[in-house]
């Protein structure tokens, strides 16, 4: 059953600990710019939109996702999802005692084959999944999860304040062309010493930092239909072309494309 409107969170919360078997699922369409804000679950959840763009984040970092992914959320780990634009969510909560479940967050593809195990799981009682046909999709379902490939949407969070303001100032206005150097000025640090702190805390340069935030940023634009030239200009891109070889990169298509297809399995 899919829920026109969110179920209140206790009532969820509920639900999911007293679950009668290994998958729970969870259909429900959110509204644009709806904010669960931070909470956790007993169980690992699968987090996977048919339709719109969201945020998931955590306090170690964010990760986009776009129609045809998902994303793994560990059981117990702190995280708040944001919708920035009308989403079909189906999730599945998986008991973290199923094998191979994953330790942290990642985006993954979501294949043809997968789409559907999705699909039919979330049309099963709880219970049906604890044996027969419902455990076998399920022994498939995490089959094709660990054979996914994890995909580079995610913008790691650094700890050091000075670096926080810088991010969050990034986030608010990608397009910025401050370099550490100004930056430095802002926050009352060296630019050595913040390009240093930025390597250790994110595993990224600032550069690479930056330039991701601006392909997460441009992620719900283009899901609104802005026009890629514009959408390349408002999140700070030199060049179209330039935007769409980091899109390409990270997603193996181009925007236009990736956008104007219908989901997969479709």
């Known amino acids: ?35 669960t804000g931070l909470h956790h679950h007993v169980r690992t959840q699968l987090v996977f939109a048919t339709h719109g763009v969201m945020t998931v984040s955590t306090p170690a970092g964010r990760w986009m996702v776009p129609p045809q992914l998902a994303v ?48 039919r799981l979330m049309e099963l009682p709880a219970e049906t999944t604890a044996h027969g046909v ?17 995909l580079p949407l995610h913008l790691p969070e650094p700890h050091d304040p000075a670096l926080r303001r810088i991010c969050d100032a990034l986030r608010d206005d990608p397009a910025n062309r401050d370099d550490l150097t100004t930056w430095g000025r802002t926050v009352g640090a060296s630019p050595r010493t913040l390009a240093r702190r930025f390597q250790a805390q994110t595993g990224m340069g600032f550069a690479a930092w930056r ?3 601006r392909l997460l940023a441009a992620l719900p634009l283009l899901a609104e239909g802005h026009s890629v030239t514009a959408v390349a200009q408002e999140v700070g891109y030199e060049s179209t072309s330039a ?23 479709a």
């Open 1 to 35: 059953m899919t829920h026109a409107t969110p179920l209140p969170r206790d009532e969820l919360q509920r639900r999911i600990e007293s679950a009668p078997g290994p998958v729970q699922p969870y259909a429900c369409d959110y509204p644009a710019g709806w904010d």
């Open 72 to 119: 793994w959320i560990p059981a117990r780990q702190e995280h708040a999802l944001l919708m920035h634009r009308a989403v079909k969510l189906r999730t599945l909560y998986l008991d973290e005692r199923l094998p191979g479940l994953p330790t942290q967050p990642r985006v993954i593809n979501v294949s043809p084959l997968l789409r559907e195990l999705i699909l």
């Open 134 to 150: 419902g455990a076998r999709l399920v022994a498939v379902l995490l089959d094709e999860l660990h054979e996914g490939p994890t």
């Open 211 to 213: 330039q991701q935030a």
């Open 243 to 265: 935007f769409i070889a980091a899109f390409r990169r990270s997603l193996g298509t181009s925007p236009g494309r990736y956008f104007s297809r219908p989901p997969e399995g």
